[in-house]
């Protein structure tokens, strides 16, 4: 009997026309049919959401004069679901999120598209890797294009545990700067918000929401660390949010039975 | 000195018109200063989304004819932030979130809003906790009042670990049914999703998420288990995503450096 053909999803959160998703598709050729399936447009900071209370709708989208994929009026996780489950007829051989511009480290994570686009790949057991570039602004995806081509290949010849995604962060510089490849753990980095208040022109008040990165971390093994650092981080991300230390704990204190 | 007076922030993401959310405020009633700081619409399913591209606006909200709270045109998070950070002069003492309609647990837990406005909590080093009905819609709210008020007030008595939240669950019956009060962690549960394609008038072809829930443990420490048997669930969540078991095994791999 011939193996099918290897089947790659892939899908981001800054919308099928960003540029990350372009060299991501680039990147992966010959790895496998590519089908991309991404959010029509940015869908930023939208952590794992998926969408109830509207119907969903599938585009076809050229680029560059060429089929290039599926555009959904909804979120990365939506994208991963209709994907795996309507535009695609089997389940995909993994997914594949990115290319992001902008980190997905420490606490973000929670609040991030391109992981949530991840996890609900291994939500629906199909092994999945999300693919993130350090830099909200700087265009350098050569170095991230190999990396992403590494870790997908490596993950469709190998397999991740069950329930476990790969979280990878690549610095914006050249290959030349790049100082490494390091197996990291998620650390406790997270923004530091402020709210801007306003006026509109009706003095009716506003707020946007700002805010700085902050480093809570020092050691050697942390996401965020390495990637300040110029090297690549890799972490394997699961979705087990019990604390198993409070738990015990728990059992026998006041919250308990 | 005088101590101040406890500050306890609500909020939820059934909207704050919602059964739930005034059932909460009544229940915490004499624990402290109460705010509520809720969505002005339901936002159920919005994982841990935060508005970024939009200004957030805050409305003061009358119920039953007198002051209840502060809406928020934003997700559950939001609610948070903007309620730790500009609507009260000080971090509230404790975020409570509900009480939701129908249950939080399994993996869903990571696509709901009610979870994410506590998980919003501890990012803000707040302790937090969120309180589930297992039922869409009955409304027995009376034993769930109660539970919400005992954690409520242990948690300000004890405290919580730093980054860990309290994830309550507890049967849509009445208090002579509940067959007790057990300390869970997170199970595998999740939805089994499906899409049902339509056209509308127009010929065009759309979808609804549809799905049904799939219970996938079985053991007696399991927060599905648990309230299917009428027993109310009390789980310590934190999020530390990191699979260290694999990292190790990762390290020495074809991933590793």
Redesign the interface.
Known sequence: MSKKQTSILITNDDGIYAEGIYHLKKALQGLGKITVVAPLV?K??????????D????MEIDRYGEFFGYAVNGTP??CV??GG??ILEDKPDIVVSGINQGSNTG?N???SGTV?AA?EGI?MNIPSVAISLTSYTKKEFAYSRKIARR?TS??L??G??D??L?NVNVPAVKEKEIE????T??G?G?FE???D??EDPNK??????TGKRMLLDNDEDVDDVVIHKNMVS??????????????EE??T?????
Not at 180 to 183: I, P, S, T
Not at 253 to 257: M, R
């Open positions: 940015e930023s900071a939208v952590g794992h959401a998926i969408t109830l209370s119907p969903l709708r599938v996780a939506d679901k209709i489950r309507c606490m994570i929670i609040y949530s996890a939500i870790v490596e993950v010849n190998h991740l545990p329930g476990t790969i490494g490849v390091v197996v753990r998620q406790k997270r918000e402020a709210f208040r306003r009716r008040t506003y707020y946007w929401l890799i972490t394997p991300i699961h979705y087990d949010l019990t604390n198993y230390r409070f738990l728990l059992k204190g006041k919250l308990g039975p």
